[in-house]
């Protein structure tokens, strides 16, 4: 919070109170279900099952994790951000801004690589991501993150958009908020349903992209090794340890 405002002592007062009852919720309600979902992804790496519509199913379970959390918290953020001064409005916005500058910075460097550098770093990023979760990769193992890694479409720059068009409704409600009766709703509607804020192009982008993941995943699963399958069950177990000691 500290990195986009500066509240004041009754506005901490508030976020302290609401960030306890978040806190009981989600240790109450949401890590059974976080709990759940790993032990059944556990047992699927166990028994040889994580095909592609498993992988596809845990991801939708996941976007539903992160949709109930926005429920959640969304009706008391909105009742502090009717509160926030004129400044902290001004310091909120331009903090969101100056990631989007950070973004687009590092977009142009990366950018400023051949297309081969590019492909290449891809590469590197996708093998390390799955070396640590199931250890050293096969040249099997390599040669399918290689096939798959040119698959993906780039999604950098509408990423970047989204935000600003997101950023960009909810500061027009902020302006509006003390003669706008509805701003509540409004913000809320916004909190909730971000992705309506999403191009088309976008959208297409993210929904190819997740396809090509999931299969990249499934044929991975069909390639491990018995030591590799043990290593991505014994990080599992730590997540699942993590979990439970969270739930105490």
Do not use: C
């Amino acid at each position: 919070m500290d990195d986009y405002i500066e509240l004041s002592n009754e506005q901490e007062e508030q976020f302290d109170t609401y960030l306890d009852n978040w806190l009981s919720w989600h240790k109450a309600s949401e890590l059974v279900r976080y709990k759940d979902q790993l032990e059944r992804l556990k047992g699927q790496v166990v028994n040889n099952q994580l095909d592609y519509q498993q992988i596809t199913n845990h991801f939708d379970e996941a976007k539903q994790h992160w949709s109930r959390v926005r429920s959640e918290v969304g009706p008391e953020l909105v009742k502090m951000a009717k509160g926030l001064r004129d400044d902290q409005v001004v310091t909120l916005f331009a903090a969101l801004e100056k990631e989007n500058v950070e973004e687009e910075e590092e977009l142009e460097e990366r950018k400023e690589n051949t297309p081969e550098g590019r492909k290449k770093s891809r590469i590197k990023r996708m093998e390390d991501n799955l070396t640590s979760r199931i250890g050293d990769l096969s040249e099997e193992q390599k040669q399918i993150v290689a096939s798959y890694a040119e698959q993906f479409v780039p999604t950098s720059e509408e990423w970047i958009a989204y935000r600003r068009n997101i950023q960009n409704a909810a500061r027009r409600l902020f302006v509006a908020r003390n003669v706008d009766s509805q701003f509540e709703e409004k913000l809320l509607a916004l909190m909730k349903q971000p992705e309506s804020y999403r191009s088309e192009v976008f959208n297409e982008a993210s929904a190819h992209n997740t396809k090509v993941m999931a299969t990249l995943i499934a044929e991975i699963a069909t390639t491990l090794s018995a030591k590799q399958r043990e290593t991505l069950v014994e990080n599992l177990n730590e997540l699942i340890e993590t979990v439970e000691n969270f739930q105490r």
